[in-house]
């Protein structure tokens, strides 16, 4: 089994454990560090600003056991091309690079695959903050 599938089952069955009562939009993310992974799912709140995206789930799972670099990403979601939001995105490029793998699969397993870049051109990134 590949990472991106295993990457997909563990995104899939995370998915079902997503707290999405006001959107019923469920999303499932697994990411690939260091040969681990790590899930997350969305987390809606009834103060909409306060929840939290799938990805955002799976990135802090990763820092929290350690993990720096985020290798490959899948999200999935009962729609044909789920890409992540851009604050998504912005998370991603902190710990990943311009050719980091961000994968978009539906439930069937269908799955589309991007560069960070090609979601996510121009980042604001380190270099940024130390220029200022
Ligand atoms: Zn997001």
């Keep these: 089994m590949s990472y991106k599938d295993k990457l997909f089952a563990s ?16 999303v499932g993310a ?6 681990e992974i790590y899930v ?6 009834v103060s909409y600003p306060c929840g939290n995206c799938a990805e ?7 820092v929290a056991n350690g993990g720096r670099k985020i290798e490959e990403i899948l999200i ?3 729609t044909d091309n789920i890409v ?7 998370k991603i490029a902190e710990f990943g690079n311009a050719e980091t793998l961000v994968h978009s699969a539906d439930l069937s ?7 960070l870049s090609q979601l996510l051109p121009h980042n604001f990134n380190a270099k940024e903050v130390k220029n200022a």
């Design 11 to 26: 995104a899939l069955e995370c998915r079902l454990k997503a707290y999405a009562p006001y959107s019923k939009f469920a």
């Design 30 to 35: 697994a990411v690939l560090c260091n040969r």
């Design 40 to 45: 997350g799912c969305n987390v809606e709140n």
């Design 56 to 62: 955002s789930g799976a990135i802090s799972a990763m």
């Design 76 to 78: 999935v979601a009962d």
């Design 84 to 90: 992540p939001c851009g604050n998504c995105l912005q």
């Design 109 to 115: 397993g269908n799955i589309r695959t991007y560069t």
